[in-house]
């Protein structure tokens, strides 16, 4: 049984078509996983299989501790998004309920290589000159 | 992604409570920027872009 619904599933891969570059998922779990990393492994599987465009890798926090910190994850279970570069989008414990459609949304962002933000807010981010960590914390809806 | 300066993380706070405490978050969503800033509720894209120019000093 998936994490997703069937009709859940379909919608999905409908709004995947929109994707237009490759996206990969990265995904950062351990060996004896918790089991908000199983399920969020499991969900990232169903999600990546539902286009051709997303590939999905998972790596061990522990044994390729190196590998997490250059990707600037420091907690687990951890999804990071790499278009043509890494762009620091990280999500951090399962994504349930609503957080699903950000995570997609995301998705499609990457995969079209355009955030969608209005000229006044690009402009704004422009003026960014310094490094700027932004955490985001939410709850299961 | 757009800006090269900008990193941003999605946090489920019910995973890590030590950020809920850490951040005196008693409600969501809670953003923090540089782990100084606090906005606290949904914000305008235009918004957010402000609240960081202002917690970087522009």
């Known amino acids: 049984m998936g994490l997703l619904k069937e009709k859940d599933r379909e919608k999905v891969k409908k709004v995947f078509e929109e994707i237009e570059k490759d996206v990969k998922i990265v995904m950062f779990t351990q060996e004896t996983e918790c089991q908000q990393c199983e399920m969020t492994r499991k969900l990232l599987e169903e999600i990546s299989g539902l286009s051709d465009k997303l590939s999905l890798e998972v790596h061990d926090f522990v044994s390729e501790a190196g590998l997490a910190k250059n990707y600037g994850v420091d907690k687990i279970p951890a999804i990071v998004l790499i278009g043509e570069r890494d762009y620091g989008l990280h999500f951090y414990g399962l994504p349930s309920g609503f957080e699903i459609n950000v995570l997609i949304g995301d998705i499609i962002d990457v995969g079209k290589r355009n955030p969608e933000l209005s000229k006044e807010v690009t402009a704004e981010l422009a003026k960014v000159d310094r490094p700027v960590h932004i955490q985001v914390l939410v709850s299961p809806t | ?58």
Do not use: C, R, W
């Open chain 2, 1 to 58: 992604m757009a800006s090269d300066h900008i990193t941003a993380d999605m946090v489920e706070g019910s995973e890590f409570p030590f950020l809920v405490v850490k951040y005196n978050v008693s409600g969501v969503p809670h953003s923090v920027i540089n782990e100084k800033h606090s906005i606290v509720g949904a914000q305008s894209d235009l918004e957010f872009a402000s609240a960081i120019l202002k917690a970087i000093g522009k």
